[in-house]
């Protein structure tokens, strides 16, 4: 059964219309579901219109069986899903409010070895409400509530899965959470990290969209990338700059690009030098995240160069005129990567088992 939540309040007014309820209905219905409540609990419409609904969708998709509080205050979620998989989300504190990095599939199919996230391959997509639903529950876990009022200011699909490779989903998704009268979240305050695929880099630029564009770039060469990224054996990295070239003269939005730091393979101070003379012939505003490699994922045997490297690392990234800067590390105490969670999660899952089950 389809969850409401992947109907934007235009089509749920429609919906209504054809029940013959009036129009304002479908605001009521759609303020609900917002605020992470079930149709019982939406106790401004009529009881009939309650059972049309419960008949024909699922309000929630998602219920939460567990979250890990760090002490720097990163929360992290394991949701479950109506079919019985589960996902994971990070919500960050900052000082101007709060930051989620959501998942847009179950499981991934880009099989990064520095990351969780694919070890047992693509599941299967999440639909835009199921990863709308994972910005409701964490903002109803916050007490916010919608518009200037919302909690969460701002978003990043970072988590679990490739996000262009559920395009269809996804931008539905972004078209969803920016909506005026639902969380009303500027496409300015949301980042989308993508591995590369290079046709929908420039279908995101083509369909209108301005979200921040993050590229998990790693290295400076094919062969290099290959070793750690299969994607790179479909495009390489002069196809991905291309095409970020083309999204921001299309957006004018600067494109983040992220460098995880891996010791003896892409790790040389002479990479600043390498990427200024690779990024000069492309017209773009550009930053560089440099990441320091979570060694106790336990899933790749690769090795960190450590936090006082990654700082000399980006030093000299900006002596050769790169913008760039270190990463704030959040959440490592509560399995903060991508994938971490819901793979202890499966590694343990009678552990989490709840009573519904």
Request: overall charge positive.
């Amino acid at each position: 059964m389809e969850t409401l939540l992947n109907y934007s309040l235009e089509e749920i007014e429609n919906l209504i219309a054809k029940q013959n309820e009036p129009k304002f209905r479908a605001e009521q219905i759609y303020n609900g579901l917002y605020l992470g409540k079930s149709f019982n609990e939406i106790t401004t419409i009529s009881q009939n219109l309650k059972i049309y609904l419960q008949q024909n969708f699922t309000s929630q998709p998602l219920s939460i069986i567990d979250t890990k509080i760090s002490k720097d205050g990163t929360i992290k979620f394991i949701f479950k899903l109506l079919d019985n998989n589960v996902i994971e989300s990070v919500l960050m504190k900052y000082e101007y409010g709060y930051s989620i990095c959501v998942s847009s599939q179950v499981g991934c199919n880009m099989r990064c070895k520095f990351c969780a996230s694919g070890l047992d391959g693509l599941v299967r997509n999440l639909s835009s409400g199921e990863i709308l639903a994972q910005i409701i529950l964490a903002n109803k876990f916050l007490d916010g509530k919608l518009g200037e009022k919302r909690k969460i200011t701002n978003i990043v699909i970072m988590g679990s899965g490739e996000p262009l490779d559920n395009y269809d989903n996804v931008t539905k998704f972004l078209k969803l959470v920016s909506h005026p009268k639902g969380f009303n979240i500027s496409e300015r305050n949301i980042s989308l990290s993508t591995c590369g695929l290079v046709d929908k880099i420039y279908k995101l630029a083509d369909d209108g969209f301005k979200v921040t564009l993050t590229i998990s770039l790693h290295a400076t060469n094919d062969q290099t990338r290959k070793s750690f990224m299969p994607i790179a054996r479909r495009y390489t990295i002069k196809d991905i700059l291309s095409a970020c070239e083309y999204y921001y003269l299309k957006t004018k939005r600067r494109v983040v690009f992220e460098y995880t730091l891996i010791k003896d393979v892409n790790d040389s101070l002479n990479e600043g030098n390498i990427i200024k003379n690779l990024f000069k012939r492309y017209n773009m505003s550009y930053h560089f995240n440099i990441i320091v490699l979570n060694e106790n994922s336990g899933i790749s045997g690769l090795k960190s160069t450590g936090r006082e490297f990654a700082r000399k690392f980006v030093n000299n990234l900006n002596k050769n005129g790169i913008s760039a800067t270190v990463r704030r590390t959040m959440g490592q105490d509560i399995e903060g990567a991508c994938g971490m969670l819901r793979k202890r999660f499966l590694e343990n899952e009678s552990d989490y088992r709840n009573d519904e089950e």
